[in-house]
């Protein structure tokens, strides 16, 4: 009796110790981004592998973006946190000053590439964005353009970059992440290819944006001129005459047949020039986020800059 109760035993333990190890076994790494572009491209990367969560809520405008205490926890709990890093990211340089962050791998985006400078070009509003005090009182502080997604080439950086640090971090799913990561810079490839070849065979290289212009890297990729009635990360919108006034003689000028808008604008600077010219209005989406309706359909990052492959045909041929 004693040797058959044995047995039976022992043929539990082997029973049980060859049961797969499932995945939900397994805590999945926990994700957290601030804004649409890498929360995107963390997607398209691991799936559902690990946790994710973007703060920045659909349909809100990032620059004017204040964490709520849920963010905080939700960073303070993170594996991986995924920034911009730049002027606009202030309140995240508070929060991480005042937490222990040595558990939580920090990719601010500017430091994955080359980043440059925001500048201000003929007729353009000056940015006075920033309070007084986050800028050094005896010099001008150098701003860096943060909108670096916006070329494909620098969203195969960043790309890059998150695959190798969920690897790291998962090697269990490694081979998952980077098979996933190479498929979508393949996709990423194939948008830079579009986006040359409508460059290729345009009449013309210069866009016009009534509005911010959050596309610095991608007009310098292109080889693209730009007029603009503010920088990238101007929070104005009242804009004065003389820079409409500009901006129409440059319409004129030009013979340009398209005036931009960004997502989220109300469009009435590009609607003016717009009316003074013939014209037409046309969005440019930067990526920054979404709509809730565009959130909640799935709607990534190729598809948005798919679209602007199609208004950047209307403005320069």
Not at 75 to 91: E, H, M, R
Not at 165 to 175: G, Q
């Amino acid at each position: 009796m004693k040797k058959s109760l044995a047995m039976i035993l022992a043929l539990c333990v082997l029973f049980l110790t060859a049961l797969p190890v499932y995945a939900e076994d397994v805590p999945k790494l926990n994700v957290v981004t601030t804004i649409f572009p890498p929360y995107d491209f963390v997607r398209q990367i691991a799936g559902d592998a690990v946790e994710l969560t973007i703060l920045l809520p659909p349909g809100t405008e990032s620059h004017s973006f204040e964490p709520r205490p849920q963010d905080i926890l939700r960073i303070q709990n993170a594996d991986v946190f995924i920034y911009v890093g730049g002027q606009t990211d202030v309140w995240v340089d508070r929060i991480l000053n005042s937490m222990d962050v040595s558990n939580i791998a920090l990719l601010p985006m500017l430091s994955m590439v080359d980043a440059v400078e925001e500048e201000i070009v003929e007729g353009m509003e000056h940015s006075d964005d920033h309070d007084e005090e986050d800028h050094d009182d005896d010099h001008d502080e150098i701003e860096l353009d943060e909108h670096v997604w916006t070329s494909p080439e620098n969203a195969k950086l960043i790309v890059n970059v998150i695959v190798e640090t969920l690897s790291a971090l998962d090697s269990r799913n490694a081979d998952t992440y980077r098979a996933n990561a190479d498929a979508y810079i393949d996709e990423l490839d194939a948008l830079d290819a579009a986006f040359q070849a409508v460059v290729d065979r345009s009449a013309r290289t210069t866009v016009l944006f009534g509005d911010r212009f959050p596309f610095r890297y991608m007009a310098n990729a292109y080889g693209l001129t730009y007029y603009a009635a503010f920088p990238g990360c101007a929070t104005e919108t009242e804009v004065s005459a003389a820079t409409i006034a500009t901006l129409i003689d440059k319409v004129r000028a030009e013979k340009i047949p398209v005036v931009f808008s960004i997502e989220f604008s109300n469009g009435k600077i590009a609607d003016v020039i717009c009316e003074s010219t013939g014209a037409v209005r046309l969005e440019m989406h930067s990526c920054h986020n979404l709509s809730k309706t565009d959130f909640d359909t799935g709607l990534g990052y190729l598809e948005l800059m798919y679209r602007n492959v199609e208004a950047l045909k209307e403005a320069l041929w």
